[in-house]
């Protein structure tokens, strides 16, 4: 049941954010760094989507997906980072009802798709190595516009339904949330009624979105294992191994901080830890990400050396 309002009480119409810290000096070395990450993610991502698009040779499946993440990782990252910075030099740190509703969901709804996006990579390698032959047929660019579509569409009709889980709770006070941007588990807690069975239906519906997706990831990864071990090469199994390898790192740096901050007990919540432990899934994993990629990739180290004029060079 919800809980009634006092009359001396009023409904919340902005929430303030704490951040990371209430220290001039600390903030002021806080944005330097921050400004500096985001900056290097949106430069990171950006030059994978352009190398992808201007490269006809990376025209294929895997890198179409491995663009989507670019975008998405860079809409993820200036979803709350540029609010970030300015909540770090400023001396007011609100965000209105609206505004916090929106930021959660479009956060999510990321969130979500790069979940799915994870499952759809795992099954491009998946057909890449278990179905060499097959490849360009099984995982056509019809089936390939389709995942695409239907995982963006999945992901954000489930994260409207917990957003509207989440704020659709009454909120009458107090209105600062303890993190640097509206993340549910930090809004809801200001909620002023038991989010018990809220927060059990959200939890299935992070079970859904979160669990199923690592099950699927596994279940792939566990077909090209067994694949690989049945190359007789020594060669063969080290290059099939290497093409999996970045999207087994990403998805570890994605997935650990991610699980733990929202498939735990709600008796575990610890808001300074978890602002510390969601830096790193929403902003070092978008700085990472390209990183991984180029640098384990001779495709796309291939691609900006030619970009820069190198023509064809051995990497």
């Known amino acids: 049941m919800w809980m009634i309002p006092e009359q001396n ?63 998405l990782d860079m809409c993820h990252v200036t ?30 709804a990321l969130a979500t798709t ?15 190595i278990c179905y060499p032959l097959h490849y360009t047929v099984i995982l056509n ?49 200001l909620a002023c009624m038991d989010t018990h069975l809220i927060e059990m239906v959200d939890q299935v519906l992070i079970v859904l979105i979160g669990l199923t997706p690592i ?5 792939s990864y566990v077909h090209i294992v067994m694949a690989i071990l049945k190359i007789k090469s020594t060669q063969g199994r080290c290059k099939a191994f290497s093409t999996c390898a970045s999207h087994l790192t990403v998805v570890s740096f994605f997935y650990g ?7 735990r007990p709600t008796s575990s919540y610890s808001p300074e830890r978890d602002k510390q432990i969601s830096l790193f899934y929403n902003a070092f994993t978008t700085l990472l990400n390209p990183v991984v990629y180029s640098m384990r990739n001779k495709d796309i180290k291939r691609a900006f050396l030619k970009v820069i004029g190198y023509g064809k060079v051995d990497c």
């Not at 991610?258 to 498939?263: M, V």
């Open 141 to 189: 660019w019809g089936l390939c516009l389709w995942l695409a579509a239907g995982s963006c569409f999945c992901a954000f009709l489930s994260a409207l339904l917990h957003t509207f889980f989440t704020m659709s709770l009454p909120y009458c006070g107090p209105n600062k949330v303890n993190h640097y941007f509206c993340e549910g588990p930090a809004v809801r807690s």
């Open 257 to 263: 901080p991610g699980i733990y901050i929202y498939i």
């Open 215 to 219: 099950s699927l990831i596994v279940a």
């Open 114 to 128: 790069e979940c799915t996006l994870f499952v759809i990579m795992a099954y491009d390698r998946y057909v890449a």
């Open 9 to 71: 009480q009023s409904w919340v119409s902005e929430f303030i954010l704490l951040g990371l810290s209430s220290d001039p000096t600390t903030n002021s070395i806080l944005f330097t760094v921050f400004l500096l990450i985001y900056l290097s993610s949106v430069m990171g991502n950006g030059l994978i989507i352009m190398l992808i698009c201007m490269d006809t040779q990376l025209h294929t499946p895997m890198y179409f997906f491995l663009c989507i993440l670019a975008v």
């Open 79 to 108: 979803t709350t980072m540029p609010q970030m910075l300015v909540h770090l030099l400023a001396k007011s740190r609100t965000i209105s009802f609206a505004g916090c509703w929106l930021q959660m969901y479009v956060f999510g």
